[in-house]
């Protein structure tokens, strides 16, 4: 292990996540037993109660399989420590990998890769995948709850079954940041010096496993599935480009 990778993952650092992870479980617990307690005196059956508990548990630890994935590629960069604490938190698994491959672009580096990193790097990729997240966390406090009784009012359009302002900008977003994505690994791919046509090809291997797997949860009702999704997305693109590396 190289010195950069010694520094990113000392014995103060794993000391420091397991102190900020270890208050928010304590949370998670108190919530939990306050919440038991709710549905008690309320008249929920225990049976109902410990029912609940167990399947939320369970469909928790299903789609937590890709956030997984998430720590393991961006430990092997910016070490175990941070990965383990930015995906754990307030962290999201697609925004953290494009964030900190963004940052580590802007200051020079061809990419998330070790062999270029160091502690200065380290510091800024992480100010700015910690400094971007904390904008959803101020518009929460200061917008969410004006925006949900927006919502919670149904519209017209909504309440006639068609989808109002807020459905399509989400989807209007989605597809306009997935188009970014795309538009970027094409200019990647077309043939010149330094051009690498694997981002794409992952993307593209990516996107028809997902559309395999939304064929049976759209149209075959196998909503199960969508817990595995994105997972097994990042699974097969991942095994498909170490296979053409190796090939190559």
Known sequence: MNEYLSSVNAGIFY?????????????????????????????????VLKKTITASATFTLLPSISILLGVIALSGTLGVPFSWLRLSV????QYELNVAEIAA?????????VDEMSIGAFVTIALVMTVGIIGGIVCCILFLRKYLGK?????????SGKPGFGAHATTAMFVGLCAAYIGAYIGKAIPREGSD?????????????????????QKK??????????????????????AVQMVI
């Open 15 to 47: 000391l420091i996540v397991a102190l900020i992870l270890g208050f928010i479980m304590i949370m998670c617990f108190v919530f939990l037993v306050k919440s038991y307690r709710a549905g008690l005196k309320i008249g929920i059956d225990k049976k």
């Open 90 to 93: 307030v962290g999201a698994l």
């Open 105 to 113: 672009q802007s200051i020079g580096l061809s990419g998330l890769r």
């Open 151 to 159: 919502i919670q009012k149904a519209p017209k359009k909504e309440a």
């Open 197 to 217: 046509i694997m981002p794409l090809f992952v993307a593209v291997i990516a996107a028809l496993v997902m559309s395999v797997f939304e064929y049976f949860i």
């Open 221 to 242: 009702g196998k909503a199960a599935l969508e817990n595995f999704s994105l997972a097994a997305s990042m699974l097969v693109a991942m095994a498909a480009a170490v």
